[in-house]
């Protein structure tokens, strides 16, 4: 059974102090690994996709990464907006996708 | 563009009353159509998807149904409401037969069940 497990659960960061989320997974043939951005209250706001090990993508100040096990979003002088829920799912075969629990970030001025 | 709307937006029910939950999509032909449950804190629980009109799979057994009566059109269903019903219901889409299927949400609807 896909398992996709998300950490911290929570994290603080103080406005400029860069970090890393995680998201390990175990699956036998990973068809796409998802990150969305979920603020409260909102339905979650897609982010990127990553297919293979080794594959990178960047929008503003979030990067993201993959290996063989596990996903980093990395954040990268957040600012108070960045705040919100950050999930991370993957999808195995056909069209269903699996969700971690998700990291909820908080970023203070 | 593609838009996908959800209504109502939040819904107090007493229990054992009737549920009917809405979704559409815009801008796009032939969607796969997605049911999520969110409790509150937690990840998505993917509860019914669909790949065309009146064709819907249940992934997990519940007091709930969905229907698709038209192409961009999901609906969420329950004759009689239960407590554990309660929670954040999001509906999604994607475009179908495509090798990089990403899925699109709605704004949600909050349930809360008295």
């Known amino acids: 059974e896909d398992q996709v497990t998300q950490s911290p659960e929570a994290l603080r960061l103080q406005e400029g102090e860069s970090s890393s989320l995680n998201c390990s997974y175990t699956?036998?043939?990973?068809?796409?690994l998802f990150w969305y951005r979920q603020d409260p209250g909102k339905g979650p706001e897609f982010l990127f996709t990553l297919y293979s090990a080794g594959e990178e993508k960047e929008k503003e100040r979030l990067k993201a990464t993959l290996t063989k096990k596990e996903s980093f979003l990395h954040i990268t002088a957040p600012k108070p907006e960045d705040s919100a829920t950050y999930l991370c799912?993957?999808?195995?075969?056909?069209?269903?996708?699996?969700f971690g629990g998700g990291t909820r970030l908080m970023v203070k001025p | 563009s593609q838009t996908i709307h959800q209504w109502p937006a939040t819904l107090v029910q007493p229990v054992g009353s009737p549920l009917s939950l809405e979704c559409t999509v815009e801008?796009?032909?032939?969607?796969?159509l997605y049911w999520y449950r969110q409790a509150a804190g937690r990840g998505l629980q993917l509860l019914f998807y669909?790949?065309?009109?009146?064709?819907i799979s249940s992934e997990v057994p519940q007091n709930l149904s969905a229907s698709r009566p038209q192409d961009r059109q999901f609906i969420l269903s329950s004759k009689k409401l239960l407590l554990s019903d309660s929670g954040f219901y999001l509906c999604?889409?994607?475009?179908?037969?495509?090798?990089?299927?990403?899925?699109?949400f709605g704004p949600g609807t909050r349930l809360l069940v008295l």
């Open positions: 699956v036998s043939g990973l068809r796409g």
């Open positions: 999604a889409w994607s475009v179908a037969h495509s090798l990089q299927e990403t899925q699109y």
């Open positions: 799912a993957l999808r195995e075969a056909g069209n269903m996708l699996t």
């Open positions: 801008g796009t032909s032939n969607p796969n």
């Open positions: 669909s790949v065309g009109i009146g064709q």
